[in-house]
Nanobody
């Protein structure tokens, strides 16, 4: 059974930083394209960053230059380093496989105050 457990969220002031983690079990993240998604109140879930098996990453325009996606293949854990946070980054953040998506985890809340 595949399980995704996100952590690392919190309350931070605008301009601050957070590092999110996503511990995966039951399926390797190394050979799959992985993504970080977020869902703000009243909005649809959106993909903000992805990383493929070769380590190539892509970002949604609003987070380019501020967020960095990475992974630790040994720990089977995905990360999202978020710098220069803005109030509009406030959302629940989730990780998942881009293809063959698994059940969503509980997510981790990120709240950025102005």
């Amino acid at each position: 059974q595949v399980q995704l457990v996100e952590s690392g969220g919190g309350l931070v002031q605008a301009g601050g930083s957070l590092r999110l983690s996503c511990a995966a079990s039951g399926r390797s993240i190394r050979i799959n394209v992985m993504g970080w998604y977020r869902q703000a109140p009243g909005k649809q879930r959106e993909l903000v960053a992805s990383i493929d098996s070769r380590g190539r990453s892509n970002y949604e325009d609003s987070v380019k230059g501020r967020f960095t996606i990475s992974r630790d293949n040994v720990k089977n854990t995905l990360y999202l380093q978020m710098n220069s946070l803005r109030p509009e980054d406030t959302a629940v953040y989730y990780c998942n496989f881009i293809t063959g998506r698994s059940s969503w985890g509980q997510g981790t809340q990120v709240t950025v105050s102005s």
